[in-house]
């Protein structure tokens, strides 16, 4: 075994060793962060099996139990973690090459990003919880500002919105504090039942508003159209794959594990619903293909938070599905659309006319990308769609049913749009220069179908983390040792 | 009245100095003044932090030895550690948005956002 708590040291460390790194050699930067993603993954594949079936629990100092600050790394954890890295690793294949300009500074925050991430999804401490939130969103906040020109207002908006959600995030801690007496996630849930009805309410409120920023929740995602499209792409990219579901993951944490009363299950699917709606529908009216990307990622994470919402166990696994699917998929999109962009030298849709055989990789990557959130068959978006809609049925909840099969028409219609453009159009205009995209784009699609095909390797763990999310007594015993 | 006010001013205070600063990030135009907003907001909620960890007549935080008959009654130190890992994440959000504010007057001569052309609210 090897301690899970590297996964969150290292690329700390590496992150401010860069400036060394770059003064040794300009290319060693991009080489050192991909080989600390690889790294990560490896403690990821070495650990995943014992993370499944036997939850660790790392207590940092070796403290006791509700005194230490510790990481819990179970099926759900491992899951995002993995998830998380994956997408990590494969951003860094593609940093190798790119179109704009980029340094050791960039590569120092996007290593800081990962750790931020990663803490987030492994911390088993509430205000822990807050500090990487921050570390991942300052690191954002940084990032965005890479690719100059309008990125600064679109990072000032980011800034101002997530400092205003860290302020209520920062709230909802202390009142959980005043509360309880203690910032440990498993006894927070061991107390949770005795606490005030109406001040459980206002803290997960308030929780709602500080991580619905990351988990890009209405009306806290006005940022998320701006900062996806001025930022760099393998930004837009870890913003959408791994921040958001990292995201999701602390809210489903706070909502299921620490604060489960099923009353508070009606905000999550309302607030949902309103995300999904709304994020569809602007999606379909977009002309710039970076905007319409990121309001169909909006509109993803409203289906991953009303599915969850409904709080069965077939539910919660599916969106947990749709949740891994939304990663790899929008990953994929943003990496093709990005060169797709810089080869038309425009952000339009309608700039993009005939660019399916001057670029075959890249378009490639898009409409696969765009078959796999449509739900084409052999796609693993079929089977994360199929989930979605039996596990709503069976719960009988007919109005989220239709209105997955309404987001699903109104996707095609957006998504369609684009691959009609890109393959059977000619293009008169010259084509741009690009960065070569081949490794990434084969190895996204290559989980794409994997997925899609085979869909039972990740089944016993997405059952497992539904689980672990539903069943919060398993964790208070894991973390507590039965006290 | 004195005892109410003692009781809640630091409550009720923290709180109205959220407010205010929440009032002036959502009204002001003026980019300089959206910051000073969010600072006032943090400063708020640290010391709405630090007043939930209050104990009345409370002494400074586990030093024991130098007060040898009343050990048990110190503040609460755990939300103080808070505040100041807060205050030091506060000050990095400012000095990052005041850095893109210099940009964004380098880029269009105007700290008001009405007149920046790509900042829509």
């Known amino acids: ?483 | 009245m004195i005892s109410f006010l003692e009781e809640w001013s630091f409550f009720g205070g923290s709180i109205l100095l959220i407010l205010i600063g929440l009032y002036g990030v959502i009204t002001k135009r003026n980019l300089i003044k959206i910051l000073i907003g969010l600072s006032l907001m943090d400063t708020g909620v640290n010391v709405l932090l630090v007043s939930l960890g209050y104990v009345e007549n409370g002494n400074a935080p586990i030093l024991t030895s130098i007060i040898k008959n009343n050990s048990g009654a110190f503040v609460d130190p755990i939300p103080q550690a808070l505040v100041l890992t807060a205050i030091v994440i506060g000050v990095a959000i400012l000095a990052l948005g005041l850095a893109v504010t210099i940009k964004i007057y380098e880029k269009y001569g105007t700290l008001d956002i009405s007149k920046i052309r790509g900042l829509k609210w």
């Open chain 1, 1 to 483: 075994m090897v301690n899970p708590v590297l996964i969150i040291a290292l690329p700390l460390l590496i992150a401010f060793l860069m400036p060394l790194f770059n003064y040794i050699h300009k290319k060693l930067p991009a080489v050192v962060a991909l080989l600390t993603a690889a790294f990560n993954v490896w403690i990821i594949t070495v650990n995943f099996n014992e993370a499944l079936f036997n939850p660790m629990v790392i207590e940092i100092g070796n403290w006791q139990a509700p005194f230490a600050i510790n990481l819990y790394i179970g099926p759900l954890a491992i899951l995002a973690v993995a998830v998380i890295n994956v997408i990590a690793l494969v951003l860094a294949i593609y940093n190798l090459e790119h179109d704009y300009e980029i340094n050791d500074k960039f590569y120092s925050l996007f290593l800081m990003i990962i750790a931020g991430t990663s803490g987030m999804v492994m911390t088993g401490d509430l205000f822990n919880l807050f500090v990487f939130i921050e570390i991942s969103s300052v690191a954002a906040y940084g990032l965005t500002v890479f690719s100059r020109g309008d990125s600064y207002e679109a990072a000032f908006k980011y800034i101002i919105i997530g400092a205003i959600g860290s302020v209520f995030l920062l709230m909802a801690i202390g009142f959980t504090y005043a509360s309880v007496g203690s910032l440990n996630m498993a006894q927070i849930a061991n107390a949770a039942e005795n606490l005030n009805p109406q001040l459980m309410r206002i803290i997960t409120l308030l929780f709602m508003v500080g991580i619905g920023i990351e988990a890009e929740l209405f009306p806290l995602n006005l940022w998320v159209p701006d900062v996806y499209s001025e930022a760099p792409t393998s930004v837009t990219s870890i913003l959408s794959g791994a921040v958001s579901a990292a995201g999701i993951y602390s809210l489903g944490r706070i909502f299921f594990t620490l604060f489960a009363d099923p009353a508070l299950y009606t905000y999550l699917m309302v607030i949902g619903i309103i995300t999904l709606v709304i994020g569809e529908l602007v999606a379909y009216n977009q002309e710039n293909i970076k905007r319409m990307l990121a309001y169909s990622s909006i509109a993803q994470m409203g289906l991953i938070v009303t599915i969850i919402s409904i709080n069965t166990s077939q539910a919660v696994s599916a969106g947990l599905f749709q949740l891994v699917n939304h990663s790899i998929l929008k990953v994929l999109l943003f990496i093709s659309a990005g060169v797709l962009v810089s080869a038309a030298g425009s952000k339009k849709i309608k700039d993009l006319s005939g660019l399916g055989s001057k670029k075959p990789i890249a378009s490639l990557g898009f409409a696969v990308g765009a078959m796999g959130i449509l739900g084409v068959p052999f796609f693993n978006g079929f089977v994360s769609k199929l989930m979605l809609i039996n596990s709503s049925l069976n719960a009988e909840k007919i109005i989220i049913t239709a209105l997955i099969l309404f987001a699903t028409i109104v996707e095609i219609g957006y998504y369609l749009k684009v691959i009609q453009k890109i393959y059977f159009e000619k293009r008169e205009t010259k084509v741009f220069k690009t960065a070569n995209v081949f490794i990434p784009v084969l190895v996204l699609t290559v989980f794409v179908f994997a997925l899609g095909i085979y869909p039972e390797l990740i089944t016993t763990t997405l059952d497992k983390a539904a689980n672990e999310l539903l069943n919060s007594t398993e964790y208070i015993t894991t973390v507590l040792g039965g006290m």
